[in-house]
């Protein structure tokens, strides 16, 4: 069972798409500035592949993230933290023991701001069919299990194949066409006033007919991050860029 009744709090931050690693370590000054109080936030919502790798099976993928882990897990202990799981960060639920885990299974996710309905998302909960067996086997225990097995003994070829590949993403590109790509997403069953996802890194709001629509920007693209404050405009977020412990 998982929580259904999850408030949104003025003041929260939300993080999506952070993507750290080795090669992107700003999530991990960004954490420090709030385990050290230099940043504020009054809740932590983070939308999913946060991390470029972490599974919960994979113990080497701990090891590799285990500064910014033991952070998180401090924090949790005096603010609330949801996590959306993401495409590249999952089976969490025993990593992060006193923060909110939701699987793409649990997602979208209804959440309660100042008497409005807002749904958050990783972004990909309704990809086609054959994306669904993927994103289904790859977090099956006993094939992650095994994966690691083969990895270990092979001096973690696997995982920094995996690196080298992801290093090489470009986090800023823009989507052609992406409000009509959205637009024909079945959204129908979702009754609500905003709509929130990352996956995407789009940076863009817009109005379908059901709902107001945000598109988080990455916080791997240029250390972007949100701050939910209702004395701003209809879009509901205020977008903020982290640069050694200050907003700018």
């Known amino acids: 069972m998982f929580?259904?009744?999850i408030t949104i709090k003025e003041g929260a931050f939300i993080v999506s798409d952070a993507h750290y690693s080795y090669l992107r370590p700003q999530f991990l000054e960004f954490i420090k500035a709030i385990?050290?109080?230099?940043?504020f936030p009054t809740q932590l919502i983070f939308m999913g592949d946060i991390f470029d790798a972490l599974f919960g099976q994979v113990i080497y993928t701990h090891i590799q993230n285990r500064e910014i882990i033991d952070l998180i897990n401090k924090i949790s202990l005096n603010m609330e933290i949801i996590i959306l799981e993401g495409n590249h960060d999952f089976n969490l639920k025993n990593i992060f023991l006193n923060a909110e885990v939701f699987q793409i299974s649990q997602q979208p996710l209804l959440c309660k701001y100042n008497k409005k309905r807002v749904y958050l998302a990783h972004g990909d909960f309704n990809a086609g069919f054959g994306y669904k067996i993927y994103t289904m086997l790859i977090r099956n225990p006993l094939l992650l299990?095994?994966?690691a097995y083969?990895?270990?003994i092979g001096a973690h070829f696997i995982l920094k194949r995996l690196?080298?590949?992801l290093g090489k993403k470009n986090d800023c590109k823009k989507l052609d066409?992406?409000?009509n790509f959205i637009s024909k997403r079945v959204f129908d069953k979702y009754k609500c006033d905003y709509f929130i996802e990352?996956?995407?890194?789009?940076?863009?709001v817009f109005n379908l007919k059901e709902f107001s629509y945000i598109n988080l920007a990455a916080f791997a693209c240029n250390q972007r991050y949100f701050t939910v404050n209702s004395l701003q405009d209809k879009e509901l977020l205020e977008e903020n860029i982290f640069s050694k412990g200050i907003k700018e």
């Open 3 to 5: 929580r259904s009744d």
């Open 35 to 39: 385990d050290s109080k230099k940043l």
């Open 145 to 147: 299990s095994i994966l």
């Open 150 to 152: 083969v990895d270990n």
């Open 163 to 165: 690196d080298e590949q």
């Open 177 to 179: 066409n992406f409000e």
């Open 198 to 204: 990352g996956h995407f890194h789009q940076n863009r």
